[in-house]
C-alpha cells in the first residue's frame, strides 16, 4: 500500500495543519524505514518542512520524492511553489509548465498566475487565472487575484466587476471582509474617498483581524487632511497586530504632525522595538567582521538606503552631494528600494553619481541584509526613517558596522542599532541626546545642504511683490498636512491684523477636494473673504520654486516645521517667519534663519509669531530691504554650498568609522 493510502498520512497532515511539528515529526521517524522508496512518504516530509519554513530540506525532500517517482504531481507542484517563494522564478516557471502541458488543473494555473503576477507579466497573470477559474469558477483565489490584477494594470472597473459579481454569486461569503477591503482599495486609487471609507468599514464589520483595515482607514484619513483621525485608525492598527513594523511606522510618522500625540512618541517608538525583537531572536542579527583594514585607509565604503531616490527631497538633497563626497575617496553604493517603473529623471540622475547601484525593492529582509554585507559596506545611511515605504527594519539586525539617520527623517528612529542621527547645533543640541536612541552628531553649519546645480536659472524678485501689489501676500508651500487646526488659527489671527493681506497656499495635497474645502471653509467661517485666501495644486519644481515670487513672507508651520520647503523659500530669497521647536523636526527653520543672520525672523511663541509678523507687514519698504539682505546672505551662505557641506560630511564619516576602529576588536 502507498503511503498516501495509510491513515497516517492524514494524521500527519492533520498534525502539520494544527502546527504539531514534533509529533509529526516522531511518526514520519517511526514510518521511515518502512517507506524509504515511496516518493509519497518523502513528498509529505518535503511539505512538513516547508509548511515550516525550512525550504532547504523541503526542497531536498520533494527531490527525492520526485526521482522515486517523475510523475508525482503534488511533489513537483509544491517545489514549483516553493521556488515561487523564494522568488527562483525561472525554476519555478519551469515546472509549472511542464505540469500544465500534463494535466489541466486549476492549482496549477492560479499559481503559475501567481509568479506571472510577481514578474509583472500581468496580460500572461490574467490569462493563468481565468484557465484556472475555468476549471473550477468557485475558487475564490484565483478570482481575486484576477481582480487584484487588473487593479493593478488600472483597469479598476472590471476589478470592482469581479468582486461584486463575486459578493452577488455568493462564492465570496466566507471572504467578504477581504472584498469589501479590496473594493476599498480600488476605490481609494482612483480617489473616490466617501466609497472607499464606505467599504473599509464594511470590511471591519466583516473581519476578525482587522489591522489592515485600521491602517487602510488610517492612510485614507491621511490623505484626505484628517489628521487626528488618521492617527487615531493608526494607533488601532497598531493594537490589532503589535509585530507589523508597517503599522508602528505609520503611526510613529504621523504623530509628529500633531501637538496631541507628541508625547506617544517615545512610546511607540519603544513598541516598535518590541515587535522588532522577534525579527532579532530568530535571524542572525550581530554583525560579523569581514574586513581587511588595510584596504580602508583610503577608501571607506558607504551605502545609502532610501525609498525616495526621485523628484523628492531626498534627491534634492543628494543631487550636488554625492559628486562631492566622491572627491574624499569615498565609495558610494545607492541601494534603491523603489520599483524602476516609479524612475523619472531624478533617479536616473542620482544613480549615475553611485559608484555602484542597486534596486533592492524586491529583496526580503534578509536578502537585503546578505547583500550589503557582502558589499562589505562600512556605514550605512538610511534616508527614510518610519516614513513612506521604509526599510528600517533592516537596520535592526545591523548589516553595517555604523549605521546612521540622516535627512530624510527628522527625528529618533527609536532603533538602537542606528549608531547615529545626523543634525546641528541647532535643530540636535547636545542637551537633548535623551529624546534620540542614536548618538547625536553635528555638522558644523546645519544638518543638511540643498543642491542648487538644477536651480540655478530661476529668477528670484528683487524687490518684496508688495511694493507693487501694494498688500502683503503671505505664503506656505508645505505639505498641507502640516497646516493643523493651530496653524490655521494662528495664521487667521495675522489675517485679521493686516488688512487686504493674502494667503497664498500651493501644495500636493490640494488636489483632494478635503482638502481645499477643510483650508477655504475654516477661513470662510471666520469672515475671511474667499479672495484673500488662494490655494494651488502643484505643479512642476520650476514652476512651484517660481510661486515665491509672489510671496512676501513665508509662514512656517508648526509643531512640522518646513524642511526642504524653506531651503527652496530662502533659495528663491523670500523671508521665513518660523516658530522655535522643541526637536528636530520643529527646529529646522529656526537652524535655517540662524545660518542666514535672520535671527529676528524666529519667534519665541505663537504670540511672538503673530506679532512679528504683523510688525514685519506695516513696512514695506523695510520688508524690501529685509529681501535685499537676504539676496545678499542667502547666496552666500551653507545652505547651498554643496562643496563645504560634503567635506563636513566626509570629515564626520572618517571620524566614526576610525573611532569604531579603535573601539573595535578588527
Known amino acids: 500500500m502507498s503511503f498516501k493510502q495509510t491513515k497516517v498520512y ?48 523541503a526542497k531536498k525532500y520533494y527531490l527525492e520524492a520526485i526521482s522515486l517517482d517523475p510523475e508525482i504531481f503534488d511533489a513537483q507542484l509544491n517545489l514549483a511553489i516553493l521556488y515561487l517563494k523564494v522568488r527562483d522564478f525561472n525554476s519555478s516557471e519551469i515546472i509549472f509548465k511542464h505540469l500544465s502541458k500534463k494535466k489541466e488543473n486549476c492549482l496549477v494555473y492560479y499559481n503559475l498566475g501567481l509568479l506571472q503576477f510577481e514578474k509583472k507579466n500581468y496580460t500572461e497573470a490574467i490569462l493563468s487565472f481565468k484557465k484556472a477559474i475555468f476549471q473550477e469558477p468557485n475558487f475564490f483565489p484565483a478570482q481575486h487575484h484576477l481582480a487584484m490584477t487588473y487593479e493593478v494594470i488600472g483597469n479598476y472597473s472590471l476589478a470592482i466587476d469581479i468582486y461584486q459579481k463575486l459578493i452577488k454569486n455568493n462564492i465570496g461569503r466566507f471572504n467578504l471582509g477581504i472584498i469589501y477591503n479590496n473594493i476599498g482599495n480600488v476605490y481609494f486609487n482612483i480617489k473616490n474617498f466617501n466609497l472607499a471609507y464606505n467599504y473599509f468599514l464594511k470590511a471591519l464589520n466583516c473581519l476578525s483581524e482587522k489591522g489592515s483595515v485600521y491602517n487602510n482607514l488610517g492612510y485614507l484619513c491621511f490623505q484626505i487632511g484628517y489628521l487626528e483621525k488618521s492617527i487615531l485608525y493608526f494607533k488601532r492598527a497598531t493594537k490589532e497586530d503589535e509585530t507589523n513594523f508597517n503599522y508602528h511606522s505609520r503611526f510613529i510618522a504621523t504623530s509628529l504632525y500633531s501637538y496631541n500625540h507628541k508625547d506617544l512618541y517615545n512610546e511607540h517608538t519603544k513598541k516598535f522595538n518590541l515587535a522588532l525583537e522577534k525579527l532579532k531572536s530568530n535571524k542572525k542579527n550581530q554583525y560579523v567582521s569581514v574586513f581587511d583594514l588595510e584596504k580602508f585607509k583610503n577608501k571607506l565604503r558607504i551605502g545609502f538606503l532610501s525609498s525616495d531616490f526621485k523628484r523628492h527631497p531626498v534627491s534634492y538633497y543628494l543631487l550636488d552631494h554625492l559628486d562631492e563626497l566622491k572627491k574624499y575617496d569615498l565609495e558610494l553604493h545607492g ?52 516614513s513612506g515605504d521604509n526599510r528600517i527594519n533592516v537596520f535592526a539586525l545591523k548589516p553595517a558596522p555604523i549605521q546612521i539617520n540622516w535627512a530624510g527623517y527628522l527625528a529618533s528612529t527609536g532603533i538602537k542599532e542606528i549608531d547615529y542621527i545626523l543634525g546641528d547645533k541647532i535643530v540636535t543640541p547636545k542637551s537633548h541626546q535623551d529624546k534620540y536612541s542614536e548618538s547625536i552628531l553635528q555638522f558644523k553649519k546645519l544638518w543638511a545642504c540643498l543642491s542648487v546645480s538644477d536651480l540655478k536659472s530661476l529668477k528670484f524678485a528683487d524687490n518684496t511683490p508688495a511694493i507693487n501689489n501694494k498688500y502683503i501676500t503671505f505664503g506656505s508651500l508645505a505639505n498641507a498636512n502640516k497646516i493643523n487646526k493651530k496653524v490655521l488659527n494662528t495664521w487667521l489671527r495675522i489675517l485679521k491684523h493686516v488688512p487686504n493681506s493674502k494667503l497664498f497656499l500651493k501644495s500636493f495635497e490640494f488636489k483632494i477636494q478635503s482638502h481645499i474645502e477643510r483650508v477655504k471653509f475654516f477661513f470662510l467661517n471666520n469672515n475671511i473673504e474667499k479672495s484673500r485666501i488662494i490655494l494651488e495644486e502643484p505643479s512642476d519644481r520650476p514652476e512651484t520654486l517660481n510661486a515665491y515670487n509672489n510671496i512676501d513672507i513665508v509662514l512656517d508651520t508648526f509643531p512640522y516645521s518646513g524642511g526642504t520647503t524653506n531651503f527652496e523659500a530662502s533659495w528663491m530669497c523670500v523671508p521665513i517667519l518660523t516658530l522655535k521647536g522643541d526637536n528636530f523636526i520643529s527646529k529646522c527653520g529656526e537652524s535655517i534663519n540662524l545660518n542666514l543672520n535672520m535671527e529676528e525672523w524666529i519667534a519665541e511663541d505663537i504670540e511672538d509669531y503673530i506679532n512679528k509678523c504683523i510688525l514685519f507687514s506695516k513696512d514695506l519698504n523695510l520688508l524690501n530691504k529685509i529681501k535685499k539682505k537676504l539676496i545678499f546672505n542667502s547666496r552666500n551662505s551653507d545652505l547651498f554650498n554643496s562643496e563645504n557641506f560634503s567635506k563636513d560630511f566626509s570629515e564626520i564619516l572618517k571620524m566614526v568609522w576610525k573611532n569604531f576602529v579603535n573601539n573595535s576588536n578588527l
Open 335 to 386: 541601494y534603491c528600494n523603489l520599483e524602476e517603473k516609479f524612475y523619472d529623471d531624478y533617479t536616473i540622475k542620482i544613480s549615475k553619481k553611485f559608484n555602484f547601484w542597486n534596486n533592492i525593492k524586491f529583496l526580503n529582509d534578509i536578502d537585503l541584509v546578505s547583500k550589503i554585507k557582502k558589499d562589505k559596506i562600512n556605514i550605512l545611511i538610511d534616508l527614510s526613517g518610519h
Open 10 to 57: 492524514k494524521e500527519i497532515i492533520d498534525l502539520i495543519k494544527i502546527k504539531s511539528f514534533d509529533k509529526a515529526k516522531e511518526i514520519f521517524n517511526n514510518n521511515q524505514k518502512q517507506y524509504q522508496n515511496d516518493a509519497s512518504f518523502f513528498s509529505l516530509l518535503g511539505y512538513f518542512y516547508d509548511f515550516s519554513n525550512n525550504y532547504t530540506e
